[in-house]
């Protein structure tokens, strides 16, 4: 064989081992995106059970202070660095601006569903 035939040859017979490799990654993405969702559902639901804590009088039910949760998780992530304050890497650190975000995010729900009522 020469040397330009054994190039396609070589491809081919790797191309099973790539394919699993390439499987192998795609269902380890598939697997951390569930996990990623449910620890941010997790999270999400005592980031919103605090949130109703300290605002009284706004319990939305589980679902709702997930979502809730969830959204001020969001709402702390982008707007707490453009005011210039960072939080940690540890978990606790994430918790705090994510209570504060989802308290915010209450008291705008409040507001708007008293205004529209």
Do not use: C, H
């Not at 702390?76 to 995010?105: C, D, N």
């Amino acid at each position: 064989m020469k040397k330009t035939q054994l190039i396609p040859f070589l491809m081919l017979a790797a191309t099973p081992t790539v394919a699993q490799d390439n499987a192998a990654r795609a269902v380890g993405a598939g697997v951390g995106l569930l996990i990623g969702l449910a620890i941010m559902i997790l999270v999400g639901a005592v980031v919103g059970w605090l949130a109703g804590l300290i605002v009284k009088g706004s319990g939305y039910g589980f679902w709702g202070d997930v979502l809730i949760g969830i959204g001020g998780s969001i709402l702390a992530g982008f707007i707490f660095p453009l005011v210039g304050f960072e939080v940690g890497t540890s978990i606790l650190a994430s918790i705090i601006p994510a209570v504060i975000g989802a308290a915010i995010l209450l008291l705008i729900i409040r507001t708007i569903r008293r205004k529209s009522g």
